[in-house]
């Protein structure tokens, strides 16, 4: 029977596996995000009638479950403000809750998978094959911050209106896109080595 390869033992490329974590971190960030569709889509759907595309109005939600909030920002002439808002916490949708449980559970997954994948021998390499999920779920929180936002702009008797809604976009790379992974995929990947010991 042959041994498997590990990180340690230099058989398992150290790049390779920094590349594979960072893919993971991609696939788990849109695992995550669609499961935030499945579970608030009808509602966003209801809630915003058309007036904000569906996959915008979930992203929101998605953002918010990781505790970042939407900025919504708005002008009247040369009157302005910022305020933000956490849809979760306003929604009346039953499983509105559920959906701050959806990144870490992402997450977990896939720390576990890459522990097991990669064969993660001792709890440091399990950290070290966890950690690099964030590169790819970071690069994907930073880019749906950007594409997630919506405006609209307008006139009414020559005054100028303007209005926009996001994700904040320091907190969706900082806490969202680098903390959770750094706290969750690791901890998946322990979880699995200790589950696999027994």
Known sequence: MSRQPTVSDGTT????SIAASAGLGVLAA???????????GSDVREAFDGD??????????????HLVDIEVSGSVGSFGGTDTMNLIAES???????????????LLAAGA???????????????????????????????????????AEGSF??????????????PAVLLGGILYPLVFAPTGAALALLFAER
């Open 113 to 151: 998978l890459l522990a097991r994948r990669l064969h993660a021998a001792d709890f440091g390499e399990a950290v070290a094959v966890g950690a690099p999920v964030a590169i790819g779920y970071a690069v994907v929180m930073g880019i749906g911050a950007v594409v997630a936002e919506t405006g």
């Open 30 to 40: 849109a695992v995550g995000y669609l499961l935030t569709y499945l579970l608030i």
């Open 92 to 106: 009346s949708a039953t499983n509105a809750g559920l959906l701050y449980v959806v990144p870490p559970l992402a």
């Open 13 to 16: 490329p150290r790049r390779s």
């Open 52 to 65: 904000v595309a569906t996959w915008k109005g979930v992203a929101w939600y998605f953002y918010n479950a």
């Open 157 to 170: 008797f020559g005054i100028g209106l303007s209005g926009s809604m996001a994700p904040e976009l320091a």
